[in-house]
T-cell receptor, first 116, second 116 residues
Framework: DGGITQSPKYLFRKEGQNVTLSCEQN?????MYWYRQDPGQGLRLIYY???????QKGDIAEGYSVSREKKESFPLTVTSAQKNPTAFYLC???????????????FGDGTRLSIL | GENVEQHPSTLSVQEGDSAVIKCTYS??????FPWYKQELGKRPQLIID???NVGEKKDQRIAVTLNKTAKHFSLHITETQPEDSAVYFC?????WGGGSQGNLIFGKGTKLSVKP
């Protein structure tokens, strides 16, 4: 069954701790994205990657880091520099568009991160 | 950069009535407009999308209209049912190429409640 798997579903972070959120897809998609969702807000882009070994900052990248060593995996690390990490984190993927085209983004079930 | 405004933030309708959610965008180069439905605690799911080369698209009880001149697009749900209750997000993208990465800019969402 193809899809996007995020883990864990719930995560708690202690003061000064880095935590890593997992995102795996078996859709053979080139592009992957991380979004942050806060109550009453839309989805805000943290990082995105169009291809393996390449990624770009989104609108709210400060305090976060990513890697893209494999096509199917795009883990997000929430560092201690992110002072307000409590949020719902969503990973998405798409086939990528090539020049001038857009393809739909498909989302995982999310990880809810809270501060201890 | 692109900015997407979504209205209303909450909408309550009686079962069987129609619901309309409107979004405006700022960048006239935007050419892809998806709509997502998100039930409480779940992933956003794509329900319909439209590209700038068409003015309207329908899928059963759901339709989206696009007015490129006015830079706004709307989601129309007819014969609403209680299971339509969710948060709906619009988004816009200017596509890939020319320095753009095809990223989506989301509105802040509309919470739709359908009362039986």
């Amino acid at each position: 069954d193809g899809g996007i798997t995020q883990s864990p579903k719930y995560l708690f972070r202690k003061e000064g701790q880095n935590v890593t959120l997992s995102c795996e897809q078996n859709l053979n998609h080139d592009a992957m994205y991380w979004y942050r969702q806060d109550p009453g807000q839309g989805l805000r882009l943290i990082y995105y990657s169009q291809i393996v070994n390449d990624f770009q900052k989104g609108d709210i990248a400060e305090g976060y880091s990513v890697s893209r060593e494999k096509k199917e995996s795009f883990p997000l690390t929430v560092t201690s520099a992110q002072k307000n990490p409590t949020a719902f984190y969503l990973c998405a993927s798409s086939t990528g568009g090539g020049r001038g085209a857009n393809q739909p983004q498909h989302f995982g079930d999310g990880t809810r991160l809270s501060i201890l | 950069g692109e900015n997407v405004e979504q209205h209303p933030s909450t909408l309550s309708v009686q079962e069987g009535d129609s619901a309309v959610i409107k979004c405006t965008y700022s960048d006239s180069a935007s050419n892809y407009f998806p709509w997502y439905k998100q039930e409480l605690g779940k992933r956003p799911q794509l329900i319909i999308d439209i590209r700038s080369n068409v003015g309207e698209k329908k899928d059963q009880r759901i339709a989206v209209t696009l007015n490129k001149t006015a830079k706004h697009f709307s989601l129309h749900i007819t014969e609403t049912q209680p299971e339509d209750s969710a948060v709906y997000f619009c988004a816009a993208s200017i596509g890939w190429g020319g320095g753009s990465q095809g990223n989506l800019i989301f509105g802040k969402g509309t919470k739709l409640s359908v009362k039986p």
